[in-house]
């Protein structure tokens, strides 16, 4: 026990009074201690980083609201700094781990229940520990004429993802822009809904987002606020029509002239859903790994990236994007998407049935279909043992500022020995590059240079103007002092917000860089 | 403990039937329930698949995980043990581990221009005997099978040691796969 994380401002036997406590709530089956057999399930298996630094001292089970507010009354007796996970499975950015060793993960898994599917409306309920395949299995099951929206893994929480700004493939990709309707438990215990559902005779709860008086939501996004124990999130209607396509291009360079065609077309919403400019090997590693191509050290050569675009016949970029509803609808849109994408050299077209054995296509498809897979874990392959932290800047959705964050990010990638392994998403007015950043996780030196190289690429884009939108627990802070406009303002009003809610600072502390006053010296 | 033969043809049902027998009390074990999976589409996995009754990895493996989350879950089975490429083996431990699972062998295998390099973790026994196989002539994948039948509850210890053999990686193969065990936790 010697060994032991704890809770920075606790004793041993403070916090072993704390765990009595949470067992006589939660009984001895769902209050794990056991570092070896237990804890394991808690810790990041991505981590640049020694497990150590994130070691939690305990985790938690509840089941629901009521055990949850318990729980509370216990953390904040003995000031026990509570880490509130759905399902854990948001990996390259911390997965289940905590911000900090000796923190009590509140692992929310058990609190699995669909509330309400509303076929009519075309809305859910949900719990935080249900998943994308929960969600859809359950819909299939009752045939639904309702689509989810997954995030590529189907594994993940479909409240954890929305709370976290998550984004999928269908015309819904932007799940917090689906939300409607959310209940959330405060730091002392007292529970909220938001919005419509707090009129104590509102039946619109998830039909309108809004209500009379602020929208808070958001507040509970990227936070640690509060507790989030129940969303609605409105669900798409199965379109009369669904056609998924790819387009590759041949040059590096033509990222330039993709992100420039697309953006008119996605800001008009004739390409409806997250517009996906794949790279190459992110493409590629679904079917081979670098060892096949490359035995030498650092990033695969421009001579090794050209021999697997030709054996996979895919481009240097890979755009995949789909169509959707009426078929003479879709007729029309594709005549000018057709057109838009012909203007570029080389590029070529590939239709459902056109790749048969690409499982690239076939989870892309899927996606944009919300079917939930686990495919894209292939990526880890590439470097046999591998594993990653995801950078993800957002820029405005011109050429100009894809190809310049795409050679910063390639240029420092390669100078600290990585392959560029990325994707290009255009939003609706922005785009998002998402950077793989693979590393083999069974070498340390490794580790700590795709550290190295992951702060280097904060340092970088915080100088050209772009800002991160998610983060590794390892870079909450970095990320954070980052959005420093106004001498910080933003985050001194976030931490007003923090001691006003959660004075004791018992829930997540650090979560986002946002850190309870104690904590802030 | 179980010879390989014995344990082979006891514990592992044949293809189709669920991986599921009893055997003989004697042994130790009242009965032993063993999942074996295998990554589907490379040639070293298919030899492997040849030896044991497998359930196959596809590329997207959502449903066997979900699948494999229910049976642990139940407890269905007190090993799980297979081949498969690491990400899967990522995968796969995080449903064992929340399930009360726990690592009992972990072997990875990579091809380095003619060299095979088996980097192994286990007991005592599992390490004697793989260091003892793996550098000959013999299969490796088929040397693998054997590794339920070397676990043994009362031994925890994980011991590393690292093989090599002059061999050539098959056409189709990725150059890096994993074999593990895991076995349920004892109350």
Redesign the interface.
Known sequence: MSDKALPESLTLEQFESAVAELREILGQDRVYTDDINELRAYRDVYATTKDELHMPSAAIAPESVEEIQKILAVARKYVVPLWTISTGKNFAYGGPAPRKAGYVVLDLKRMNRIIEVNEKYGYAVVEPGVSYFDLYNYLQAKKSKLWIDPAAPGWGSVLGNLTEHGAGYTPYGDHFLMNCGMQVVLADGSVVETGMGSASTSNTAHLHKYGHGPAVEGLFTQSNFGIVTKIGIWLMPEPPGYRPYMVTFPKEEDLYQITEVVAPLRLNMLIPNAATTVGLIWDACQRVTKKQYYLGKGPAPPSALKKIAEDLNIGMWNFYGALYGPPPLMDNNWKILEEAFRSIPGAKFYFEGDRPDDPAWKYRAQLMQGIPNMAEFSIMNWVGSGAHIDFAPRSPATGEDAMKQFTTIRDRAHEYGFDYIGEFLVGWRELLDVFMLVFDRTDDEERQRAHECFGKLIEDHAKLGYGEYRAHLDFMDQIAATYSWNDGALWKMHHRIKDALDPQGVLSPGKMGIWPESLRK | MLSRRVFLLSAFAVSGLPLLTSVASSTGYSSKKVLVLSENGCSDSSAFASCLPVKPIE????LL??ELDKSLREKEYEFVFGLS????F??I??YA??N?Y?LHYHG?H????NTLTHSVRGNKEILESLSSQLSGNESWTSVLGQIPTLSDYADESMLSGKIESIRSAPAN????L?SWLFKV?QA
């Open positions: 590329a997207d493996p959502s995980l979900q490429r690491d990400s899967n990522v995968l431990e995080q581990q929340q009360a726990r990875s990579q091809y380095q221009r193969s990725s150059g890096h994993v936790r």
